[in-house]
């Protein structure tokens, strides 16, 4: 066949593909657009088939940090000390803000958080803004939620298992605030984390309307929760999350130790001014001592990010750290699974349902009890020995032998070859692995990275140009990789995978650069390399000034049925 019939074939393809993919769910959202003409924001409602995109934005005010403030808050108060007697060399004028970072390693801003509603193919229709302290009649009793706004791996977004809900994680805490995405939650208290507040961090749970309720938890203490699942079929109701702990030495305290990781706990149906978070109740963990290797420092192999149910088995992704594996694990219920640390769910397997049972005594010398697995052919080599690393990040099942798992690539913005540093690497972007029933195991067929731009720098309405004197680098943002995803499989065969973009710049902390929403269609049974390069990303939106995108999911109440 000639090469332009061969185009005029994959052009069709492709067409068939976003039809198939999104058809339903555009139909849905008509009544959507037309509600929102005459709704009032006291009246949102989220309508099936549409996509929800986590939103922060930052208050640019100066006075959010003054000129040789020292930092992090109160620090002086702290076993862990203050990080210089100079102070702060930036007041908080975005994005020169997020130079501090530079000074101060904990430092971040409480910001608002937005839930937008869109289109599948990118128009957004109206947005929700999580309650705040900027909002009129916020008090400080009020339930209200924010997240830090340069932390990049926080406020991915799920569905509930029986769809009705959807879920993401916060801080109880007015917006402007310093470095809460490092402060110490307040049944936690690390004397050694040198941001010497507290907070408490928060499972959200909105609805179809719009209702938002909020539940507190002690855990992540010295650092963040990244993602939450409500699991509330068959008569269960546990959220379940993913996260880090510690912001200081070691050996860490019982409650940082019980807080990372992975957390089961019981949503709460009480204001949150009334709510008295116990401690921490950890329903999974790994160690790399599974594998055979010297035990790393106690927690810190559980520093996970993205969190899947599949098949009713927890699914989680670590992507960063110099401890652990970088890799995709799941949490085996059986005890069987996985003998030596690497294997495969079992088919009887099913969801958690309590949390760890924790021997106190051993903690601080064991740490807490294994029960998580490398799953089957994903790296399963430390960290700390590995010459090739990737950072795995959102996890999407296709069906049961296909899965895509978003990395973000490694941040380097090290020198001043951070564009082609990015453009160079194998691992960024979109991989998809495909199971062999022959070896048991999963195997990566190729990573999608056509279109993304790795290394390409892209320009921001009103973003500084030219070379951030801070750091010497360009203040420009490229794509590095990805982050967040949710997909849906069309009646064609073909996937299509929303995807959030991860950046390098030369901007103090890359996580406050303006980033991207993006969107790629798979043949769902191609395994071929050579054929994967011709499906490319298109952007659906980028973020503008003092904005960044966080999480992606389908709207409550979407359920595709037949198709996934």
């Known amino acids: 066949m000639p090469a332009k019939d061969l185009n005029a074939n994959r052009s069709g393809a492709l067409k068939r593909a976003i039809a198939a993919v999104s058809f339903a769910a555009f139909v849905a959202t008509i009544p959507a657009f037309a509600q929102d003409q005459k709704d009032s924001r006291d009246n949102f409602f989220f309508w099936p088939g549409n996509l929800v995109v ?77 309650p705040n302290s900027s909002q009129r009649g916020i008090k400080a009793s009020s339930d209200q939620l924010v997240t830090s706004f340069s932390s990049k791996s926080e406020l991915a977004l799920n569905l ?40 408490y961090r928060a499972e959200a749970v909105v609805d179809r309307s719009g209702k938002f309720q909020f539940t507190e938890t002690n855990a992540y203490s010295g650092n963040n929760g990244r993602a939450v699942i409500l699991n509330n079929s068959h008569g269960e109701n546990f959220f379940y999350t993913s996260g880090n702990a510690g912001n ?8 940082v130790i019980l807080g990372a990781g992975t957390q089961i706990i019981s949503p709460l149906n009480e204001p949150e001014s009334k709510q008295t978070p116990g401690t921490p109740t950890p329903v999974g963990s790994f160690s790399v001592t599974e594998l055979g290797d010297k035990a790393d420092k106690i927690g810190k192999d559980d520093n996970f990010r993205g969190l899947t149910i599949f098949n009713n088995v927890l699914y989680y992704s670590k992507g960063s750290g110099s401890n652990g594996v970088n890799t995709v694990y799941f949490l085996d219920t059986t005890g069987s699974a996985c003998p030596k640390g690497v294997g495969l769910p079992s088919s009887s397997a099913s969801l958690p349902t309590s949390p760890l049972p924790v021997n106190l005594s051993t903690l601080q010398t064991t740490g807490l009890p294994n029960n998580m697995c490398i799953l089957a052919g994903f790296p399963e080599i430390s960290n700390k020995v590995a010459t090739t690393t990737a950072y795995p990040f959102g996890i999407w099942f296709a069906d049961a032998t296909t899965v895509y798992v978003a990395d973000e690539g490694d941040g380097y913005a090290g020198g001043t070859d951070l564009y082609t540093h990015a453009a160079a690497q194998s691992t960024a972007g979109l991989q998809k692995w495909v199971f062999n029933s022959s070896t048991n195991t999963w195997n990566l067929a190729y990573t999608l990275q056509t279109g993304l731009g790795l290394g390409e720098p892209y320009s921001i309405r009103n973003y500084p140009t030219g070379t951030n004197a801070a750091t010497g680098l360009p203040w420009a943002p490229a794509m590095d990789g990805l982050r967040n995803i949710t997909g849906v499989v069309g009646p064609d065969g073909y996937v299509g995978i929303w995807a959030i973009t991860s950046t390098v710049s030369g901007n103090g902390d890359t996580g406050a650069d303006p980033n991207r929403l993006v969107v790629v269609f798979d043949s769902l049974s191609n395994t071929d390399p050579g054929v994967a390069t011709k499906e490319s990303f298109f952007t659906l939106r980028q973020a503008d000034f003092a904005e960044v995108l966080r999480g992606v999911s389908f709207t409550p109440g979407t359920d595709f049925g037949g198709v996934r």
């Open 248 to 255: 200081g030495s070691n050996p860490q305290p019982n409650g």
């Open 160 to 199: 509930s298992t029986d769809k009705q809900n959807l879920t993401f994680s916060g801080y109880v805490s007015p917006i402007d605030k310093l470095d809460v995405s490092n402060s110490n939650t307040p049944g936690a208290v690390d004397l050694t984390n040198p941001v010497g507040e507290n907070a």
């Open 54 to 130: 986590s939103r922060s934005v930052y208050d640019n005010n100066p006075n959010n940090v003054r000129v040789g403030e020292i930092l992090p808050p109160n620090c002086a108060s702290t076993t862990g000390g203050c990080s210089a007697a100079t102070g702060a060399p930036y007041d908080g004028t975005y994005p020169f803000v997020w130079n501090n970072d530079i000074y101060d390693g904990s430092f971040g801003i409480t910001s608002k958080i937005f839930l937008d509603q869109m289109f599948p193919f990118g128009f957004v229709l109206n947005s929700l803004e999580v």
